[in-house]
């Protein structure tokens, strides 16, 4: 598993880290990570198929 370094402000870690509290935080992280690399997929897809047109 690799490690993915942002910036985000303290009261935002704050409240994450207490209202996840006991859940595997990498894995509420990962889930709309994985989202947004399925929205790219999908933009740059239409975007090809609207160049064959």
Do not use: C, W, Y
Not at 25 to 47: D, F, G, T, Y
């Amino acid at each position: 598993m690799s490690t993915v370094k942002f910036n985000v402000p303290d009261e935002v870690k704050a409240t994450f880290n207490a209202t996840l509290n006991g859940r595997n935080k990498s894995s509420v992280i990962a889930s709309p990570m994985l989202e947004a690399i399925k929205r790219e997929h999908r933009k740059r897809e239409s975007q090809q198929a609207i160049n064959r047109i």
